[in-house]
């Protein structure tokens, strides 16, 4: 906590003229920024669900193929096949063990992105026109000998 507060501190007026840069033009495009941060939040978060399943489904497969091995019947030393992946540092390719994982996930990535792509669609909020107030439509009630269809009674 120390360090990210000696970086703010040596780093202030930068954060200030990025923000002061920044700030205007996503709040005056806010129709199209908005939506587009709020669905890379979406993203985030189904990519970060998927990283964790995925961890876990590899540390439960690697303790299943060390208790059910048959050599660990015989044999007091269990051996552990150390399948894992990094849970925070996803981005380091070597930690991955097998190496294929690494490609599942970005397989799964791009499965998540079309998918959100086709059911939820990124939409731009555009203002509703108010519609013009109703006519009255029809024949007065004291049409006289006429029926509603104009015809005589």
């Known amino acids: 906590m120390e360090a990210i507060r000696e970086h703010f501190q040596a780093y202030y ?31 985030c978060l189904y990519a970060s669900i998927m990283h964790v399943v995925v961890f876990l489904l590899a540390v439960i497969t690697a303790w299943f193929r060390e208790v059910t091995v048959m050599q660990a019947v015989t044999d007091a030393a269990r051996i552990n096949p150390g399948w894992k992946t990094p849970i925070l540092k996803f981005w380091e390719i070597q930690q991955y063990h097998p190496q294929w994982l690494y490609k599942f996930e970005l397989a799964v990535l791009v499965v998540i992105l079309v998918g959100m792509r086709r059911y939820r669609p990124m939409v731009v909020q555009k203002t509703k026109k108010k519609a013009p107030p109703k006519k009255p439509t029809g024949y007065p009630k004291s049409s006289g000998n006429k029926t509603q269809f104009g015809g005589k009674k």
């Open 13 to 43: 007026v930068h954060y200030i003229v990025g923000a002061l840069v920044v700030l205007p033009p996503l709040i005056y495009f806010r129709r199209r920024t908005f939506p587009a941060i709020l669905y890379a939040i979406e993203f």
